[in-house]
């Protein structure tokens, strides 16, 4: 079965980095397009960052442009998230996800409902 692992997250003081990683597993991980979405408390859960199939196209939220780095090893089966310069309201559970659609508009990228399988999170807390 498809499962996605996440790891990496800590806590972190503010200007901190972190790298999360999200191992994949069940699934021809070069197929498949990932994102990173995060859920604060009391928040919706939002878009982040997502990688294309060939990890040639990447496309982040505003909040996190210059900041986050989305990558991802094929070979690996691994997507990652390098986060700098965190700030206190980076603070979330970080969830990997991945999609087997092609994206004719682009836009949907931005949207859970287009992920096929989620990772179970990983804590991110920024401290000031």
């Known amino acids: 079965q498809v499962q996605l692992v996440e790891s990496g997250g800590g806590l972190v003081q503010a200007g901190g980095s972190l790298r999360l990683s999200c191992a994949a597993s069940?699934?021809?991980?070069?197929?498949?397009?990932m994102g990173w979405f995060r859920q604060a408390p009391g928040n919706e859960r939002e878009f982040v960052a997502v990688?294309?199939?060939?990890?040639?196209?990447?496309y982040y939220t505003d909040s996190v442009k210059g900041r986050f780095t989305i990558s991802r090893d094929n070979a690996k089966n691994m997507a990652y998230m390098q986060m700098n310069t965190l700030k206190p309201e980076d603070t979330a559970v970080y969830y990997c996800?991945?999609?087997?659609?092609?994206?004719?508009?682009?836009?949907?990228?931005?949207?859970?409902?287009?992920?096929?399988?989620w990772g179970q999170g990983t804590q991110v807390t920024v401290s000031s």
């Open positions: 996800a991945a999609s087997r659609r092609v994206f004719r508009d682009v836009a949907d990228r931005r949207l859970q409902d287009s992920y096929d399988y």
């Open positions: 990688i294309s199939w060939s990890g040639r196209t990447t």
């Open positions: 069940g699934l021809t991980f070069s197929t498949y397009t």
